[in-house]
T-cell receptor, first 113, second 114 residues
Framework: SAVISQKPSRDICQRGTSLTIQCQVD?????MFWYRQQPGQSLTLIATANQGSEATYESGFVIDKFPISRPNLTFSTLTVSNMSPEDSSIYLC??????????FGPGTRLLVL | QKEVEQDPGPLSVPEGAIVSLNCTYS??????FMWYRQYSRKGPELLMY????GNKEDGRFTAQVDKSSKYISLFIRDSQPSDSATYLCAMSASRGSTLGRLYFGRGTQLTVWP
């Protein structure tokens, strides 16, 4: 298994600003992902964070809004850009080895005013 | 129609009860099935993982998959107040890329009262 931590755990931001969320894994993992979890809704995959290359985004999510970095096998960041109240959500990082199950971080609770 | 349907509850049972949580799905290509448990203000924690049809037991937890009916279940025996959480089902069609794209249900909120 992998232990995943995220920073910050929560934040309150003003509309129009950007927030960068960090995800740290305690061991090297081949795959890392970013999800959004809105109240009462299922987890929605934002993108797959690829080490050393551009992230792969799901339909409805774009790089300009959610730029992602993954400089190595244990770390990734997600930026929520030019935020609006609709971006208020829980953002979750997950990771795991190729072909195995995903382990999740504790999430970052974001409120945009 | 959503790929994965899960009754959000809430479900409230007394301590010691048998709990049954269920999900249905529409994509016959799904082969890998997972149950995650999510405590309030925490990330999802993998509880059970099964491949294809059949049952899998782990302590008080049993995961059941019926691919012919596109129906999966999680049973909790002798439920405890510490089982109070949201239970999310998830499934995938392929093993690659860390079990491919995971499709999640909305989660069922369970409360076990003493």
């Amino acid at each position: 298994s992998a232990v995943i931590s995220q920073k910050p755990s929560r934040d309150i931001c003003q509309r129009g600003t950007s927030l960068t969320i960090q995800c740290q894994v305690d061991s090297q993992v081949t795959m890392m992902f970013w999800y959004r979890q809105q109240p009462g809704q299922s987890l929605t995959l934002i993108a797959t964070a690829n080490q050393g290359s551009e992230a792969t985004y799901e339909s409805g999510f774009v790089i300009d809004k959610f730029p992602i970095s993954r400089p190595n096998l244990t770390f990734s960041t997600l930026t929520v850009s030019n935020m609006s109240p609709e971006d208020s959500s829980i953002y979750l990082c997950s990771g795991g080895q190729e072909g195995e199950t995903q382990y999740f971080g504790p999430g970052t609770r974001l409120l945009v005013l | 129609q959503k790929e994965v349907e899960q009754d959000p509850g809430p479900l409230s049972v007394p301590e010691g009860a048998i709990v049954s949580l269920n999900c249905t799905y529409s994509n016959s290509a799904f082969q890998y099935f997972m149950w995650y448990r999510q405590y309030s203000r925490k990330g999802p924690e993998l509880l059970m993982y099964t491949y294809s049809s059949g049952n899998k037991e782990d302590g008080r937890f049993t995961a059941q998959v019926d691919k012919s009916s596109k129906y999966i279940s999680l049973f909790i025996r002798d439920s405890q107040p510490s089982d109070s959480a949201t239970y999310l089902c998830a499934m995938s069609a392929s093993r690659g890329s860390t079990l491919g794209r995971l499709y999640f249900g909305r989660g069922t909120q369970l409360t076990v009262w003493p």
